[in-house]
């Protein structure tokens, strides 16, 4: 089959790629502009594309039977576009990536290891066992609010019950209160949910129903020296709200890592949202990066493999959405 990664997403996943096959295969990279030599033929001529992103400005690949993301999420993919037939699949293994960067933002905000080394080299002994200034607060005891509890959720939960915190979560179904969960909501309930953590955590996917469903009205639920954290999709998140929220200290803080505009065509180093967002001190922003680990790109690398092996054999596939 003629195997093709579009992009410089799908691109990273390419090195060590053919020894996860169990058969020969034509392999070939293409840009995103699809604008070099030989591209739009490989790109219309693939059985199976590797990418982020398809519309129907795209060439039409006629001979495409597997469209597959090398990520969990394809609100950039338009299926009305893809041809008549062709299955798609996502893949997953970013959660233990994700719960380690959720649980060392947490920590951060209890364990202030950087102020404490800065402190010491200027001879402040502030945080000294027997100080007066110097007891923190523990992240054990605390509780943790899941908004979403799919692959990220569930990994969180269990991170964060290793560490001794209460652990809630809000879903579009109910889930049963067990040793992981002590307290679950439905969407119907969501300003009931967000007040009842010191930590709210989004990973919901960006689907019509999740566009904007943490708004000023659910900012505003929050405890008042809470934080929200977003590893899932930026305008779950209302943008204006979020910032509003936290430039009038409405809310503890907040630690995002994705956002409302990202790297382009003409925009290579954009700030990630048209607000000052980099102008405030009680937001930690990082760059859609708490995913992106060696570890997810092998686990990832290992599904799309493992279905193109599937494809060839003619067995079902795993994740797939259509």
Not at 201 to 228: F, H, K
Not at 249 to 260: K, L, Q
Request: aromatic share 6%; charged share 20%; proline share 7%.
């Amino acid at each position: 089959m003629k195997i093709v990664f579009h992009g410089q997403n799908a691109r990273m996943f390419r090195p060590g790629f053919d020894a996860l096959l169990s058969d020969s295969h034509e392999i070939r990279e293409v840009g995103d502009a699809l604008n070099q030599p030989g591209d739009r033929e490989a790109f219309t001529d693939a059985d199976v594309l590797i990418g982020v992103r398809f519309t129907g400005a795209l060439p039409r690949p006629e001979r495409l039977r597997l469209y597959h993301a090398p990520a969990a999420g394809t609100d950039a993919i338009d299926t009305a576009a893809l041809p008549e037939g062709v299955a798609l699949c996502n893949c997953f293994g970013h959660e233990n990536a994700i719960a380690e960067y959720v649980m060392a933002a947490l920590l951060a905000r209890h364990v202030p290891l950087a102020d404490a080394d800065a402190r010491l080299r200027r001879g402040d002994w502030r945080y000294w066992s027997g100080s007066p200034q110097g007891p923190r607060t523990e992240l054990g005891g605390t509780t943790v609010g899941l908004l979403g509890f799919g692959h990220i959720g569930r990994t969180i939960a269990e991170r964060a019950r290793a560490f001794g915190m209460g652990v809630t979560v809000a879903n579009r179904s109910p889930v049963p209160a067990s040793g992981l969960v002590d307290r679950s909501f439905t969407f119907d309930a969501l300003e009931a949910f967000m007040g009842s953590a010191d930590a709210i955590v989004v990973s919901l996917p960006l689907v019509p129903e999740t566009t904007g469903i943490v708004d000023a009205r659910r900012l505003a639920a929050m405890r008042p020296d809470a934080v929200i954290l977003n590893v899932g999709r930026g305008p779950v998140i209302d943008e204006a709200a979020l910032y509003a929220a936290l430039k009038d200290r409405r809310i503890g803080g907040a630690v995002i890592d994705t956002w409302y505009i990202y790297p382009g065509e003409g925009r290579p180093t954009p700030h990630p949202s048209g607000l000052p967002f980099h102008e405030l001190d009680n937001i930690v922003m990082s760059p859609h990066m708490s995913g992106w680990t060696a570890g997810t790109i092998r686990r990832r690398q290992e599904t799309m493999a493992g279905n193109i092996n599937r494809l060839v054999a003619g067995g079902a596939l795993v994740n797939r959405l259509r």
